[in-house]
């Protein structure tokens, strides 16, 4: 099948930044396993510059074009700029099914489709934020005229359900781990003390780290490693030094390392270099952390919101904790860290589950099912699932 993904904020570029955030990685590895299965995708991503757009084939075989940029009217003149551009591309070589990626490039994929009577499959990569914003009244426009649409967890189903989405139309796809990046062997990151414990920081209170680093104080003999967001990554960003200062509060600067945004070519070792990942959110609706540190047999501490109970399964996996509570945390963490048979079991479950259940390549069959049902429902037409 010939797929056109529409990526305006999460499209990788001609070479994915390796310290590129994982909305990003998510399309790239999604691209890269539909085109192994014989698909031709083309990648359209926010514009470099004004005027021709300007395109490029990825090593792993796809093509990406980014968009020209430049269009007047604020963002709602980019858009439509965008729109119009696709609108005239797919009418001179029409795709067989269009894929966006969160609600902006829904509305430029459907102005560009519809009218050409191509069918729409939408990921909106719902963010916990979502019901504070205009992003409702746009994913209610979309729900109502895209073709299907993609849900990464039944949590976000739920969202998309109350924002006014037809249950019959969405679909659940998670989001996958590249197994031929993360995975149990491998090398590891050295430490400096007997145990080490990991979590990836986003720059806002609603990440837990902040609790995280409370219960660090019971929990002795451990060292925190913090990976940062790209946005938030340098050390002398105000985030890092708040998070420095909350840690010398508590009297445990000593034992936390922030180490900044990791490449994704040097994360898997990091994370194999914890006895324990913690996704200690107040929100979550990815799992993306858990689940890489699940792919390299990594016992995972999360706590019980959003996205986190589907992916970890409670002292199977991992354990799972109330949000808020640095005490539960720490509780957890001394018997996970004083139990090395427990600590293994729910690495190998961890790994066996990311085999059975959330691999790029079983969910690109999956994404591949969908395509087809999507282009049936439109036209009637038998596309196959290869090329």
Not at 112 to 128: E, G, I, R, T, W
Not at 192 to 208: F, M, N
Not at 256 to 265: E, Q, S, T, Y
Request: charged share 20%; proline share 6%; glycine share 10%.
């Amino acid at each position: 099948m010939k797929i056109a993904m529409v990526a305006l904020h999460t499209g990788p570029p001609a070479e994915l930044d390796e310290a590129a955030s994982r909305r990003v990685a998510h399309v790239a590895e999604l691209s890269s396993s539909l085109t192994a299965l014989g698909h031709e995708i083309t990648v359209y991503t926010g514009g470099r510059s004004i005027g021709a757009a300007v395109s490029t084939r990825t090593p792993e075989g796809y093509q990406v074009v980014h968009l020209p940029s430049g269009a007047r009217g604020g963002k709602a003149g980019r858009l439509k700029g965008a729109g119009d551009f696709l609108h005239g591309r797919w009418r001179a070589a029409p795709p067989d099914l269009v894929h966006a990626h969160q609600w902006p490039s829904g509305l430029v994929a459907l102005h560009a489709a519809v009218p050409l009577d191509l069918p729409v499959v939408q990921n909106f990569h719902s963010q916990s934020s979502d019901h504070l914003s205009d992003h409702v009244a746009a994913q209610r426009v979309i729900g109502h005229e895209a073709t299907r649409i993609v849900a990464t967890s039944a949590s976000e189903v739920a969202r998309l359900i109350k924002a006014g989405v037809r249950r019959t139309k969405i679909t659940v796809v998670p989001y996958g781990v590249d197994l031929s990046r993360f995975g149990p062997r491998g090398p590891r990151e050295g430490r400096d003390l007997p145990h080490r414990i990991l979590a990836v920081g986003v720059g806002r209170p609603a990440d837990g780290v902040g609790d995280l680093v409370v219960a660090l104080r019971g929990v002795p003999n451990t060292e925190l490693v913090v990976v940062g967001d790209p946005a938030v990554s340098a050390a002398s960003s105000s985030w890092a030094q708040r998070l420095v200062n909350h840690a010398r509060v508590h009297g445990v600067v000593n034992r936390v390392r922030l180490v900044g945004c990791v490449p994704r070519a040097a994360m898997a070792s990091l994370l194999r270099s914890a006895d324990v990942v913690v996704c200690a959110a107040r929100s979550e609706p990815s799992g993306i952390v858990a689940l890489e540190a699940m792919a390299c047999g990594v016992a995972v501490v999360a706590t019980s919101v959003g996205v986190l109970p589907e992916v970890v399964l409670d002292r199977v996996t991992g354990v799972l904790v109330p949000p808020r509570s640095p005490a539960a945390l720490a509780r957890a963490l001394r018997e996970l860290l004083g139990n090395k048979v427990r600590l293994n079991s729910y690495g190998v479950a961890g790994y066996d589950r990311v085999l059975a259940r959330y691999s790029t390549e079983l969910l690109a069959d999956e994404v591949t099912r969908l395509y087809q049902r999507a282009v049936a429902a439109s036209s009637g037409r038998d596309v196959g699932a290869r090329a």
